[in-house]
């Protein structure tokens, strides 16, 4: 944690020059030893990742999601467990919630400490068309598991 501490304040500028949008927040959780809860990534979990141009954890998340549904819906709707995914969608939004400010410095450092870095760096700031491809995408995902689970379940009966 001291090492973390010490390179915030030696780069803060440049942190700041990352982040961009909402630097002071970051550069404050950064500087703290309390872990501080992220309630954006907690809600937008996998949003919040494209809009912080985190791209393959966003990607991640969204298939990790789609799993869950497809699973929750296939095995588990006709269960005493059919709240099984969500509690573990709700377990996993509570972790990255605790983990998002960590998982964001260490791109921010990693970024930073690239050989040859320029403050106008394509992975610097926040992308609004990340979060726009990540919604076209769950919503093509969503669009062909409930098409793929009606089709099964109207050729069922």
Known sequence: MDEKLKYVQKHSGSL???????SSYY?????????????????FESL????????LGAGVL???????????FLLLINTKFFMGGTILVLFIRIYIGFKANDL????????????????????????YLGVAVIVF????FQVLLDFYLGVTLYYQN
């Not at 995408?137 to 093509?140: F, G, N, S, T």
């Open 104 to 127: 964001y410095f260490n791109k921010a450092k990693n970024t930073l400490d690239k050989k040859g870095f320029q403050m106008e760096d394509k992975e610097c700031g926040t992308s």
């Open 62 to 72: 969204l298939i990790l999601n789609l799993i869950i549904n497809l699973i929750t």
């Open 48 to 55: 919040w990742f494209a809009y912080r141009k985190m791209y």
């Open 137 to 140: 995408l769950a919503v093509v």
């Open 16 to 22: 700041e020059d990352f982040v961009k949008k909402n």
């Open 27 to 43: 550069l404050e959780s950064w500087k703290s030893e309390k872990i501080k809860f992220n309630f954006a990534a907690f809600l």
